[in-house]
């Protein structure tokens, strides 16, 4: 059976973004706007908020939760069609259910739980893990954390698959989405469930969830990747699409703090636009300067799903840590990024060399 093309660029780009999916829940609980609810811990802006805040997190939180997800999602789909051509569309289908739904089931069962406990106890409950444990399995709620980008990304590939076996694309050389084509229509799937459900709230029935304004976005964004296969992108571009994200994005800075009238409109028109050049900016910046292999780059690009799996009970176990530790929330967000990225990198390379999870992740 033929290996899959292997992109550097886009290797490296996946590596990179888990990465900055660690420091992203590394800085959610030094945020300004961070608040915790003792009643309902799930309510909560982050499993742990720290006393200790910074409003430059707001920012950085602003701008990965604009992009990044969508851009994962597209990466996700890059491979898809090369998979489901070499394989078929139920054996692709067994593939991914092995890749993507036994890992979330184990997830949802062991690293999720461990990482919301230290939440549960912020809330003055004494019980013990094992307690708590049963009563968030059979009683609920049940969070999925990360975990639900697996879940999410498993139901878009059932629907490939499923339309593979009476669909073909036209070319097998597809060309990048334009970027308005992209921003048109990602708005037609984003405003209606951006007006139906505001953009915060979530679907979850038990340890599935996805935010409800953004699931339609997100199926765009894998059907963009889908299309447009791993081919290499234009990489002269980088610096327009650079100062093209950077501009959108001081722009939806100023619509989120200011509040002006109408600005769920304009928050929509703003993240739209953003998502999609940010989007062109990291695949054409990747292209131009990530074209040659290196260790760290290939050991980060190999144990990325690994490091995306097993993170999230580090970070949070880091920041209950850090609670009373009195340094500032700078000082706690570098440590908690750091221990959490290199211990899960670690972790992530012992899990590959084992026979059992080294097939899975």
Not at 94 to 123: D, E, K, N, W
Not at 282 to 306: C, E, K, M, Q
Request: with cysteine.
């Amino acid at each position: 059976m033929a290996e899959r093309t292997r992109i550097v660029a886009f290797d490296y780009l996946r590596g990179f973004v888990t990465s900055l999916v660690v420091l992203h829940h590394s800085v959610l609980a030094y945020c300004r706007y961070g608040h915790f609810d003792r009643l309902h811990y799930l309510w909560s802006t982050a499993p742990i908020v720290d006393d200790t805040k910074w409003i430059g997190f707001d920012v950085l939180v602003l701008f990965n939760d604009s992009y990044f997800m969508p851009l994962m999602f597209l990466l996700s789909g890059l491979f898809v069609w090369q998979g489901l051509q070499r394989k078929g569309g139920a054996a692709y289908l067994g593939g991914r259910l092995r890749r993507l739904g036994l890992p979330f089931a184990i997830a949802v069962v062991t690293a999720i739980p461990l990482a919301y406990y230290p939440s549960f106890r912020m809330t003055g409950s004494t019980i013990g893990f094992a307690d708590f444990w049963v009563e968030t399995i059979f009683s609920g709620p049940w969070p999925s954390g990360p975990a639900w980008f697996l879940a999410v990304l498993l139901g878009f590939d059932c629907v490939a698959a499923m339309v593979f076996g009476t669909v073909r694309r036209a070319s097998s050389s597809g060309n990048v989405v334009p970027f308005l084509i992209l921003a048109i229509v990602s708005a037609a799937a984003y405003f209606p469930m951006l007006w139906l459900f505001g953009p915060t709230y979530w679907f979850s029935f038990g340890p599935f969830a996805v935010q409800a304004s953004r699931v339609g976005l997100y199926g765009v964004y894998f059907l963009a990747g889908v299309v447009v296969g791993p081919r290499p992108r234009d990489d002269r571009s980088w610096r327009v699409w650079a100062l093209l994200a950077v501009t959108l994005f001081i722009c939806l800075i100023w619509v989120v703090f200011a509040r002006p009238a109408g600005w769920l409109n304009l928050y929509g028109v703003g993240l739209i636009l953003f998502c999609a050049a940010a989007n062109f900016a990291w695949f054409t910046i990747f292209s131009r300067f990530a074209r040659h292999p290196s260790t760290v780059g290939d050991s980060l690009a190999a144990n990325a799903y690994g490091i995306y799996l097993v993170h999230y009970p580090v970070v949070i176990w880091m920041q209950f840590a850090l609670l009373n530790v009195p340094v500032d929330a700078i000082v706690k967000a570098a440590l908690v990024f750091s221990v959490a990225l290199s211990l899960s990198w670690g972790i992530a390379i012992v899990l590959r060399r084992m026979p059992g999870a080294a097939q899975l992740i």
